[in-house]
């Protein structure tokens, strides 16, 4: 079982930056997908960007060019940088891992709150 805790949310102000980080238990190399999703108060949670063990991302058409996803697989853990940070990014951000084995393992981490003030 993979369990993912995210850290480094907290209060910005618009076009600041922050660093979200992911620590992922076990072998981050095993993993087939990490991703960042985010959820905002009373909307649907979104993909944000992903990244597959060979290293292919993909990224939301709201947040290219302003934020990267990165993974370091000798610290087990995830990153999400975000830069140029609007209102709109203000949401609770969750990192989610997709392993493959026999079966599909789909685990969320307990979230962390950005808030962007305008």
């Known amino acids: 079982q993979v369990q993912l805790v995210e850290s480094g949310g907290g209060l910005v102000q618009t076009g600041g930056s922050l660093r979200l980080s992911c620590a992922v238990s076990g072998s981050i190399g095993s993993i087939y997908e990490l991703a960042w999703y985010r959820q905002a108060t009373g909307k649907q949670r979104e993909l944000v960007a992903s990244i597959l063990s060979g290293g292919t991302t993909n990224y939301a058409d709201a947040v290219k060019g302003r934020f990267t996803i990165s993974r370091d697989n000798a610290k087990n853990t995830m990153f999400l940088q975000m830069n140029s940070l609007k209102p709109e990014d203000t949401a609770v951000y969750y990192c989610?891992?997709?392993?493959?084995?026999?079966?599909?393992?789909?685990?969320w981490g307990q979230g962390t709150q950005v808030t962007v003030s305008s």
């Open positions: 989610k891992s997709t392993l493959i084995l026999l079966k599909t393992y789909v685990n």
